[in-house]
């Protein structure tokens, strides 16, 4: 069951990343890089939507 929650946690936080446009690494193995080339709008925009992915996250539950 860990298992599971850790991984039903882990798709809601990448997907509601996804569904506000910001796009990361779909493996939980996989690093993130921060690059130059990102612009100040660039992190705003990473801020925005952490927030919502982290209330997605926390209110994961994996089907039984």
């Known amino acids: 069951y ?3 929650r850790q991984m039903c946690i882990r798709d809601r936080f990448f997907h509601a990343l996804l ?3 910001i796009y990361v690494a ?3 193995f996989e690093t993130w890089f921060v690059s130059d080339a990102l612009t100040d ?3 705003e925009l990473i ?3 952490l927030k919502p992915a982290a ?3 926390a209110a994961a539950r ?3």
Request: glycine share 4%; net charge negative.
């Open 62 to 64: 994996p089907a039984h």
């Open 41 to 43: 709008a660039d992190f």
């Open 26 to 28: 779909p493996s939980p």
């Open 47 to 49: 801020e925005a939507a």
């Open 2 to 4: 860990r298992r599971q």
């Open 55 to 57: 209330q997605a996250a």
């Open 19 to 21: 569904d506000n446009g």
